[in-house]
């Protein structure tokens, strides 16, 4: 597993809760498109902002990304390098770390401010927190299998699917997406072959759908993937038979990370990739202090889409920070000041 321990450490104060001086405006909890996007709003915001990040993006076992309009081809790494840069020049500050609770602070006088503590480390305060951690992909126990992932084991045709295009394909059911990807990849290559054990047993409408456009179906389970490093030759099936493919399609279990959200007791969404936060179209969580954009709360989402939703959850999070300071600086003036500007 290939880690990215990239950021600079920074030293941050334990502090002491109610240290209103420490106050961050927003703790953005992962530095992947989404958390640095939002970050890079919220620094342009003239907010203070943390990113805490474990240096563990979600596409970091592959070499190069696609379908980013302008970033074709750039790897990974270099564009979060580039995104962190851009953050920093904006006074945003990038920690190297684990969130591993985020609470309500208890103190009821004044705004709800949100309480993050770092594993060994610190506790944070915040008045909006970004909690834009992804996911893990979790890949059926197949020999030769996730060795190979995000390199000839993959998941998404639009960020691989071209340069395998025409070649010998599989796709491995591995979960409730596995006829979705069967038909998808049909696009990619007419030479396609679908292990279906995890999906048996198909309706004879599947069957019959899938063989008119080609696809063959092989039903016995798959025990190992060979060939050499990264690239595969051989799929090895339970029956002996052996089919020569190139590539393999598979969505394993998709598992988002959230896990320090549990004491808030947020409400979740359930779709067939699973259980995850419910955020509103501004990337919102069931807590007005707390927005849930990119893969955490859209499995589904790409690198753009990820982009795309951390902008508009920093930038939805600034508008809320707006509000509060309006609302706090009215509460503090005196009743009759009001009319003395007339
Ligand atoms: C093999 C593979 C290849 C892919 N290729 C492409 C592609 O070509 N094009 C494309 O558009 N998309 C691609 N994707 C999808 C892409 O990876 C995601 O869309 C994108 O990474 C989601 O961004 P994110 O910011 O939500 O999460 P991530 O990029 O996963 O970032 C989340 C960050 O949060 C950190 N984190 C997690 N928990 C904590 C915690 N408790 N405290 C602090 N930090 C934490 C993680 O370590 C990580 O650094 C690919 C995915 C995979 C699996």
Known sequence: MKTTEHLSPVRLPDLPIGAEAELWDSIIIGGGPAGLSAALALGRSRRRTIVIDAGQPRNRFASHMHTVLGQEGT?????????????????????????????????????????VSLAGGPLLMARTVIAASGVSDHLPPIPGLGERWGATVLHCPYCHG??????????????????????????????????????????????????????????????????TGTAISTVLLENGQRVEIDAIFTAGEIRPHDRYLTPLGLERTENPMGSFLKTDFAGKTSHERIWAPGNISNPSANVPMSISAGTFAGATAN??????????????????????VK
């Open 162 to 227: 071209w340069e395998v295009r025409g070649q010998r394909l599989g796709v491995l059911a591995a979960g409730p997406m596995a006829l979705h990807q069967a038909e998808l990849l049909r696009q990619w290559s007419d030479r396609l072959t679908f292990f279906s054990a995890a999906a048996e047993p198909l309706d004879d409408a599947v069957v019959r759908r899938l063989r008119a456009r080609g696809v063959v179906i092989e039903p016995s389970p798959v025990i190992e993937v060979l060939g």
């Open 319 to 340: 508008m809320a920070l707006v509000t509060e300071d309006f609302d706090l600086a009215e509460a503090a003036q005196p009743l009759d000041s009001a009319s003395a």
């Open 75 to 115: 790897p990974p790494e270099e564009l979060l390098a580039r995104g962190r840069a851009e953050v920093a020049q904006y006074g945003g500050v990038l920690h190297h770390g684990a969130v591993r609770e985020v609470r309500e602070s208890t103190n009821t006088r004044g705004p709800r401010r949100m309480i």
